[in-house]
């Protein structure tokens, strides 16, 4: 599977514990992006990558949310102090920047629920 | 980006086309139309972008209309599987602002 790929799938974990996502993106794209979406909306854009370099992050990543994309290769979520409102589907996607209508590929999510 | 509207939900028999409209008057001339689904409970699943041409690809059509105001997803022959929310997204391909910006979508719902 060539595809962006995502772990763990799902992660049940309590309130005020501290949990990380992974995102392999597909091999050679250098663009890696990550989602959050909550039921019944359309996914949330988080923070996004070009190569290792972090461009941009929305309001939405509070101080206690960090990703990272050490050596732009894969990426990693972590959350801090995790609260139930942090219930929801984690999305990576990556797309290969070639300036013009380059195409995201989405993975499957990581689903996080916050007893 | 561009706003888009769509309708909230659609229903459509199995075997006939499914027609989706999507409706973006404030796009830019440098933005392309691009649409996704979301199979449920899954990630996200490219379909086909387009600038100004007629697309079409092995899932779908995208037509735009020539004044680029509007487009319309077509699966020409619908199956039960393509039940899903279908996103229409409009996105501008300069440098640094090349992320999707998601809206409610519509959910479309292929009847046996």
């Known amino acids: 599977d060539t595809g962006v790929s995502q772990d763990p799938r799902h992660k049940i974990t309590k309130r005020g514990q501290n949990v990380t996502f992974r995102c392999d993106p597909i091999?050679?794209?250098?663009?890696l992006y990550w989602y959050r979406q909550t039921l019944g909306q359309g996914p949330e854009f988080l923070t996004y990558f070009q190569n290792e370099a972090q461009l941009e992050k929305s309001r939405l990543l509070s101080d206690r949310f960090s990703a990272e994309r050490p050596k732009g290769s894969f990426s990693t979520l972590e959350i801090q102090r995790t609260e139930q409102g942090d219930s929801a589907m984690y999305l990576c996607?990556?797309?290969?920047?070639?300036?013009?209508?380059?195409?995201?590929?989405f993975g499957e999510g990581s689903w996080l629920t916050v007893v | 980006d561009a706003k888009t509207t769509q309708p909230t939900s659609m229903d459509c028999a199995e075997g006939r086309a499914a027609n989706l409209p999507c409706n973006h008057s404030t796009i830019s001339g440098n933005e392309y139309v691009y649409w996704y689904r979301q199979i449920h409970s899954q990630g996200p699943q490219y379909i086909i972008h387009g600038l100004k041409n007629n697309e079409t690809n092995e899932m779908a059509s995208l037509i735009i209309t020539e004044d680029r105001k509007s487009s319309t997803l077509i699966l020409p022959h619908a199956t039960l599987r393509d039940t899903a929310v279908y996103y229409c997204i409009v996105k501008t391909p300069i440098q640094g602002a090349q992320k999707l910006v998601f809206g409610q979508g519509t959910r479309l719902t292929i009847n046996p």
């Open positions: 996607a990556s797309s290969l920047d070639r300036g013009s209508g380059n195409t995201i590929y």
């Open positions: 091999s050679e794209h250098n663009r």
